[in-house]
């Protein structure tokens, strides 16, 4: 399964992102039997939209075949676009490595 981090920064070692949308980069893990075996960091090119940067964020998720989406904080219309392809949401917030592993002992608080 793939789970997408919105993130502070570059690695597992930053914080989430307070925002979805605008965040600078997205963490994503490759989790498998419940360990960490992949991670993946990519630069959201939305961040400086003047509008829609949520709903550019989520799709670019749907093509990196993102399973699940943690974030502090998802807006409407990403939250519709992630639902319409069968992503979860889960919002935590703290340091990135911290997070996935919250995720993995199934400490999140899933968002419907």
């Excluded at 793939?2 to 949308?21: R, Y």
């Excluded at 600078?24 to 003047?50: G, L, T």
């Excluded at 949401?89 to 993995?104: A, M, P, V, W």
Aim: aromatic letters at 6%; proline letters at 2%; one cysteine or more.
């Amino acid at each position: 399964m793939k789970v997408a981090v919105s993130s502070t920064g570059k690695d597992v070692e930053n914080n989430i992102s307070d925002v979805f949308g605008r965040c600078p980069y997205f963490i994503i893990a490759q989790i498998k039997d419940n360990k960490i075996e992949n991670i993946e960091v990519i630069k959201n090119e939305s961040i400086n939209q003047n509008s829609g940067a949520g709903i550019s964020a989520a799709q670019l998720l749907v093509e990196k075949d993102v399973n699940i989406v943690i974030a502090s904080n998802v807006g409407p219309r990403a939250q519709d676009v992630l639902k319409q392809f069968n992503i979860e949401i889960y919002t935590g917030q703290g340091r990135i490595k911290d997070i996935l592993q919250e995720f993995i002992d199934k400490k999140l608080k899933k968002i419907n």
